[in-house]
């Protein structure tokens, strides 16, 4: 990940990250996304208008990737070439999307929608990012315990 | 003829707030991309930002340690844009009603969910979808289908809000 990190970064790279960051979070209080009610509103089918908050962030963001990978040769900022958002396909893929499900159909709430529900001065939102804090690191330390009783296992193994 | 549903029960609160707030949540999500060829999503913060005060080695590999301050940047920068629409619009200082429970328990399982699952709402259903990437589209499309049936168990068990 070169030129990303410390004196090789661009002096673009961090004020671009907030520019980004900044129409990024106006659009979710503009979408009322970072209301969980609005989110529960729409999962329970009362109002629809959220499949439009992702048909269009898809879109246009689909618009940027396309034209990355088909047009462009390296980004300017970081030196990085053009890829698409690629992630391989296992069984946890799935075990996450139901967890995240429920935690979402019982929350209303999801990462990037709870730090712009901060934003607007939601403050009992600090509840739902201390869970998820809670979660990552929970799952973290799970993860790390599993390998090393499989690197004993394995050691053990003849 | 009447039709069985109409758009105005389809969309109460019409559209064009949710088609004009993604478009911006895709053109943020954009003009990362196009400068660093970075696709941002929001949940990455937590492991990153983990690595600050935790030893546990998961937590501390290369990728994390290297964005956790620009991961940072970003979300902080997500809460400020957030605020000021909030403040631009007269919105600002609005509180859910949503119980403690919901947020504080929703949220543990979004962190367990996201992380075992490569990506959220941002990652996998902006980036993911974005790049037609079919790990993506499996992941949203089952995340979507469960959150359904778990808030409408959850209204028809009587738990609101």
């Not at chain 1, 992702?54 to 047009?71: E, M, P, Y």
């Not at chain 1, 939102?125 to 090393?148: D, K």
């Not at chain 2, 949710?18 to 003009?31: D, E, P, V």
């Not at chain 2, 301050?69 to 629409?85: E, K, M, N, P």
Request: charged share 10%; proline share 4%; hydrophobic share 50%.
């Amino acid at each position: 990940m070169s030129g990303t990190e410390g004196q090789d970064r661009h002096p673009l790279f961090l004020p671009l990250v907030v520019a980004g960051g900044l129409v990024f979070g106006f659009g979710l209080g503009l979408s009322h996304m970072a209301r969980p009610e609005v989110v529960l509103n729409f999962l329970q089918f009362e109002d629809f208008g959220l499949l439009f908050v992702l048909g269009t962030g898809s879109v246009v963001a689909g618009t940027a990737f396309a034209i990355g990978v088909n047009f462009l040769d390296k980004a300017p900022l970081t030196g990085r070439p053009y890829a698409r958002r690629l992630k391989s396909f296992d069984r946890n893929v799935l075990t996450g999307g139901v967890i995240f499900g429920v935690g979402w159909g019982v929350s209303g709430i999801c990462p990037g929608a709870a730090y712009a529900s901060l934003g607007i001065g939601n403050y009992p939102i600090l509840l739902a990012i201390g869970g998820m804090f809670l979660g990552a690191y929970a799952q973290g330390l799970w993860r790390t315990y599993r390998s090393e009783d499989n690197a004993t296992a394995a050691a053990n193994a003849d | 003829m009447e039709p069985l549903v109409t758009f105005g029960e389809l969309f109460p609160h019409g559209i064009w707030r949710y088609a004009i707030g993604g478009a911006l949540i895709g053109l943020g999500t954009a003009a990362i991309y196009l400068g660093t060829a970075i696709p941002a999503g929001a949940s990455t913060f937590f492991e990153s930002t983990l690595s600050y005060v935790s030893d546990v080695p998961r937590f501390n590999r290369a990728k994390y340690v290297m964005s956790r301050d620009w991961r940072v940047a970003f979300t902080l920068s997500i809460v400020a844009g957030a605020a000021i629409y909030a403040l631009a619009f007269g919105d600002f200082g609005w509180t859910t009603s949503v119980s403690w429970w919901r947020l504080l328990g929703g949220g543990l399982l979004v962190g367990v969910g996201t992380r075992i699952g490569k990506g959220c709402t941002s990652g996998h259903g902006i980036c993911g979808v974005g790049s037609v990437a079919p790990t993506s589209l499996v992941n949203v499309a089952t995340f979507l289908a469960v959150a359904i049936v778990t808030a409408q168990v959850m209204q028809a068990l009587g738990v609101t809000p």
